[in-house]
């Protein structure tokens, strides 16, 4: 099973900044097979990310996905105040189990 | 629109079993695969099942394996989730999500829709 680990755990930023944050697998993850969630309190995840750096389908241009291998990026440049919410990645290799990273939560400074 | 909603949470006591259902509109159901993804109060999220999209293969992470049943009814737009001898460490908010899209030649298990979910509650 491959264990994502995302950090920081948690990240105060204030709006009109740029927000990094980090997913790293304990193993390669094949393909680019990583995606990337946003969720908002009492809200279904949303998908932002797939392919490593795809964006999905009425996602924004500031944020981005990048990275390969084991190590994985989300940026988030020009904070706005919709973006403060939790942010989770996950792995969808071929073979299941499909996991997910323990979740970053960005909070206002 | 594409449109997932899920039923059929509630409260159940340990050992007791309950069966979700999430109904499907906006696309043709019958061609996608479809998972489960569970979040326990002020958790993360925790994928759960899947299933093909002709229901010919079912994955289960470890923690539900034996318990529960993932199955799909594809003339009725349907999936559907059993769940058996559950437990307290079970309760939590059950998402039906949709598998991401397939080119010639593989498909990626991303979720690209998430229903609003449904909550499940083991006590006793």
């Known amino acids: 099973e491959i264990v994502l680990t995302q950090s920081p755990g948690t990240l105060s930023l204030s709006p009109g900044g740029r927000a990094t944050l980090s997913c790293r697998a304990s193993?390669?993850?094949?393909?680019?097979?990583l995606a990337w969630y946003q969720q908002k309190p009492g809200q279904a995840p949303r998908l932002l990310i797939y392919?490593?750096?795809r964006r999905a389908t009425g996602i924004p241009d500031r944020f981005s996905g990048s990275g390969s291998g084991t190590d994985f990026t989300l940026t988030i440049s020009r904070l706005e105040p919709e973006d403060f919410a939790v942010y989770y990645c996950?792995?969808?290799?071929?073979?299941?189990?499909?996991?997910f990273g323990q979740g970053t939560k960005l909070e206002i400074k | 629109q594409v449109q997932l909603v899920e039923s059929g949470g509630g409260v159940v006591q340990p050992g007791g079993s309950l069966r979700l259902s999430c109904a499907a509109s906006?696309?043709?159901?019958?061609?996608?695969?479809m998972h489960w993804v569970r979040q326990a109060p002020g958790k993360g999220l925790e994928w759960v099942a899947f299933?093909?999209?002709?229901?010919?293969?079912?994955y289960y992470a470890d923690s539900v394996k034996g318990r529960f049943t993932i199955s799909r009814d594809n003339s009725k737009n349907t999936l559907y989730l059993q769940m058996n001898s559950l437990r307290a460490e079970d309760t939590a908010v059950y998402y039906c999500a949709k598998r991401g899209y397939c080119s010639p030649t593989n498909c990626h298990y991303y979720m690209d829709v998430w229903g609003k979910g449904t909550t499940v509650t083991v006590s006793s």
């Open positions: 392919g490593a750096s």
């Open positions: 193993q390669s993850v094949s393909s680019s097979y």
């Open positions: 996950q792995q969808y290799t071929t073979s299941p189990p499909y996991t």
């Open positions: 299933i093909r999209d002709d229901g010919s293969n079912k």
């Open positions: 906006g696309f043709t159901f019958s061609s996608y695969g």
